[in-house]
């Protein structure tokens, strides 16, 4: 079956570093990726996703990459701020509609 | 910006009971979902939901387990015969398509005593 894992179950980083919170997938046939944050309480918020045929892709302070040869993929959070301080989960979609989520990494930012 | 919101916040039930989860997703949204997460592990699948019928489904949700929309709003979770190893948070989700990014509700928290 699919399998999304995370390498580093919590990442500590100084206010204003660059953050980045790595995931590898099992599944060659997934062809769908997507980062969440979830803070305390709530639900998991979309931040970026990327699609199979793209290596890469940017959004507001935040880059998602993909590499497909092993299966890897990252979120680059720029500047990292406070209120970035949350669990971070990445997704994985194998065409059957329904996401795989990883066991998250908790991202605490020191002021 | 729109959102999908879930009732109640938090449920508290004995075993043995049934309990009923709520969800409004967002109203343009045709994909519904239904999201589980023990406390500390990482969110599960349970169901997913289009054109009034269930497109997949996970091993947790056996037939305990069933999902409804009663109307053109509501989208409904129901635990038939509650046991203890369900107390967990449940996530309501949807999407406008398939393959495209989830928006999830804040939560249920459902404990069974």
């Known amino acids: 079956g699919e399998s999304v894992g995370l390498h580093l179950p919590t990442l500590s980083v100084q206010e204003g570093d660059n953050s980045i919170i790595n995931c590898a997938y099992s599944n060659s046939a997934s062809d769908y990726f997507i980062w969440y944050k979830q803070e305390s309480g709530k639900g998991p918020q979309f931040i970026i996703d990327i699609r199979s045929n793209m290596d890469k892709r940017q959004g507001q302070r935040v880059t998602v990459l993909l590499n497909k040869t092993v299966k890897h993929l990252s979120l680059q959070i720029a500047a990292t701020q406070p209120g970035d301080s949350a669990v971070y989960f990445c997704a994985e979609n194998s065409g059957a509609n329904n996401l795989f989520f990883g066991t998250g990494t908790r991202l605490t930012v020191i002021p | 910006e729109p959102e999908v919101t879930q009732t109640p916040s938090h449920q508290v039930t004995q075993m043995g009971q049934e309990v009923i989860l709520r969800c409004v997703p967002i109203?343009?949204?045709?994909?519904f979902y239904w999201y589980r997460q023990i406390l500390g592990q990482k969110v599960e699948f349970l169901v997913s939901f289009y054109n009034n019928e269930i497109s997949e489904k996970s091993e947790i949700f056996d037939d305990q387990f069933s999902v409804e929309r009663p109307d053109g709003s509501n989208f409904t979770l129901k635990i038939r015969s509650t046991k203890l190893e369900d107390s967990a948070m449940y996530f309501c989700?949807?999407?406008?398509?398939?393959?495209?990014?989830?928006?999830f509700g804040n939560g249920t928290r459902l404990t069974v005593t």
């Open positions: 109203s343009n949204h045709l994909y």
């Open positions: 989700a949807s999407s406008e398509f398939p393959n495209s990014p989830l928006h």
